[in-house]
């Protein structure tokens, strides 16, 4: 027996729809075939995409395990014994759903002629690793790809912005846009985790297809002349790669997008995507990159991810990726931001134009501050030593230097005059490379200790790369804590990224030291009796290392100025940045999480702040963003579950710990208020 949760309610539509190897399935082993539409009842019912007990209701009248009728009132049963404290329109949605199951559950007449359907070849891309490994992955039939075909990985190492292969096609609803309404503001596009809808910049000479229409680009040019007359701005979605979380649609300040069917748009969005890929980044030429419309013109370095839909996390990382651009080294933590950044067989981390783009490992839970430190000090010991190299070919101060030309020995002291600026080092340094790669010289020619050779072999160094160790709140705050603290006190200059989800959210929703008073989780289901680690705080009192605290949900623009600042500091740097999760039992979805975000701000739960401790002498090192009031702390977590649920288990306690929660929150405030004080420059 075959149940298929599809649109297709016809036999005409399954016959179009279904793949021929299926078909055949189905047909030569006699099965049993039904079809519902159990998204579409979902979503009838409020219960978004959550079809567990439609399905469940399938399987009991179908199985024959237990008479259908038993089975109806167990399940009843077990639907108010597990959703009774989310209240009771959630037990009532869930009810109606297994009422309502057999009137959309339909038998489908396996057509004879299905057994020869035809079979689809797979399409051959040319490259070894996505035909012979990517694709039987991920079609479950990794267990017969042959040794032989492994060779290609056996260092370890596997190719990088792979994720653009799975086109997964997974949301039953995407987003369309409406031109008419659109301010080109690019938040739906900053906003979105999965980098699957983008802005685009179009003139005449592109020739696009009739079906990619947009409207007048606004603004001015480099040149101050209105790109109007010129260019057309569109919003274009991946119908096949986005997750349907509906973030575009509620955070866009015109509501200029409108989630509809995909089958409705599928066909015309597909290819209207692939031809805008094939477009240059007019608009990264145009806009500058350090605000919230510029930055999202420019190409993503993290797309298509793993991430649950809404989620938060990706999005802070994809941003970081717009604004400093391709030379990334990244050091990941185990936990969910290596499951969405690094699952086999494929990376989300692409290559921009240039064929340039991060590079991710991933190392244990509980030693990747080191491991990130380790990559940092390596990094830096081998470019001190190319710093020297280049010094000593400048100074004629070794036998190779006779192989300088006066070009490259202005290009090497141009280089050097500023090796340390990103933008500068990018610029002078791929210039240096352009005259090392046309000089007629063999590096196995030299010895082994020749400063020519160390340039030539280490030549990608030129440029100046960011290190960040990325990791959530189970790694940062408990597993390595040791290894973050060691971090923060040195002097190497790595960027240290927590996805705070106050929970351990990868192994399913653990309590951590980051989760607040009276949230409910695994390990703590009669709600966290003590008060939230404050990471932020304890790094900001070593006066070592620069700290932001962040949420894109409220203030997209800090987020982005502490991002620079981060980078800017000559030292290690710790960004916490909130990302509400699905464990948090979000009330209005994964599709509200900005706004819960926001909220969480505005509460005073998650004050926005930031701390560097070299700042000017006549400068306050910290500068406090956002402390929110406290009075709205209710409202905050009356939208969680993992809050409100023990409002209805236990009042009483429950008041009592939101009591002590939202002194918790007074407390917050208050000693940021009390460190700006202290921190104030002393008047003479």
Sequence with gaps: TFVLNSPWETLDALEANLPGSLKRILAERKVRFYNINAAALAQSLGLGSRINMIMQTCFFRLANVLPFEQAVELLKSSIVRMYSKKGPEIVQQNIDS?????????????????????????PQTGDDYIDQILVPCNRAAGARIPVSHLQQIETGLVPTGTTKHEKRGVATHVPRWDMTKCTECNICSFVCPHAAIRPYVVCDEDNAPATFTGKPLLGRGPDGQPLKDKFTFRIQVSPDDCLGCNLCATECPVKALTMVPRAEIRDTEAANWDFAETLPRRGAELFPKDNVKGCQFQRPLLEFNGACAGCSEPTYFKVITQLLGPHLYIANAVGCSMVWGGYTPVNPYPRDIEGIGPAWACSLFEDNAEFGYGISKGYRMQRDTLIRSAQTLCDNGHSSASLVTDELRGALQTWLSAHDDYDASRANGSAVKAILRGL???????????????????????????????????WAYDIDFHGVDHVLHSEEDVNILVFDTEVYSNTGGQCSKATPRNAAAKLAVGGKPNKKKELGYYAMNLGTCYVGQCSIGMNKVQFLRTIREAVAFKGPSLILCYCPCIAHGLKRGMGSSQQQQKLAVQSGYWPLFRFNPRAPAATNPLTVDATGDPAKVRDFVGNELRFSQMLQKDPAEAEALLGNLTEDVRQKGEYLRRMVNVFAPQAE
Excluded: N, S
């Design 98 to 122: 297994v009422d309502r199951t057999l009137d959309l559950l339909c038998p489908v007449e396996i057509p004879a002629a299905w057994a020869q359907a035809a079979v689809e070849e797979l």
């Design 440 to 474: 007629p010289v063999k590096t196995q020619r030299l010895a082994m200790d020749d400063p020519m050779r160390f340039l030539i072999d280490h030549m990608d160094l030129l440029i100046k790369k960011y290190v960040w160790v990325l990791g959530g709140d189970g």
